[in-house]
């Protein structure tokens, strides 16, 4: 699986530090052959995708799409200004909240939930191995 960032420059975000942990999910599940991309956006955006894909008139932090075993996997789309607030609610940096937010978007992309006790306890358990210190709860 090989991730692409798209509007990084826009949002200033420095992808570097992201490598790390894309390597540990990629060693942590079962993973496909092809792109995902990661999209930096703004909330009007993200309010926009979250209105028209799940009937929802608000702006979300992340929110995954799973195309398949084709050349594109999937793409994750992820709010920076709501990372941001989010960052500073739970009192760590800006690249740590993004990479929490990536790394549980692309464990939708390849089918994991949080809707159910047991399932958002595989998840957690997934995103904890990843992420270490930095992982948490995700309002979703």
Do not use: C, W
């Not at 420059?9 to 060693?27: H, M, N």
């Not at 993973?31 to 309010?47: A, E, H, P, S």
């Amino acid at each position: 699986m090989e991730v692409k960032y798209l509007n990084q420059e826009e949002f200033k975000v420095d992808v570097v530090p992201f490598s790390k942990y894309i390597k540990k999910l990629v060693a942590a599940i079962e993973t496909q052959d092809g792109m995902l991309n990661v999209v930096f956006v703004n909330d009007k955006y993200i309010r926009a995708l979250n209105k028209a894909y799940r009937g929802k008139d608000k702006a979300t932090d992340v929110l995954s799409f799973s195309y398949g075993p084709d050349e594109l996997i999937g793409e994750v789309y992820v709010s920076v200004e709501t990372a941001e607030r989010q960052a500073k609610d739970h009192k760590h940096s800006l690249s740590d909240e993004l990479i929490r937010l990536i790394v549980h978007g692309i464990l939708h992309v390849y089918g994991y939930d949080h809707e159910k006790d047991r399932d958002y306890k595989k998840m957690f358990a997934v995103e904890k191995k990843v992420l270490g210190k930095i992982a948490g709860e995700l309002d979703m």
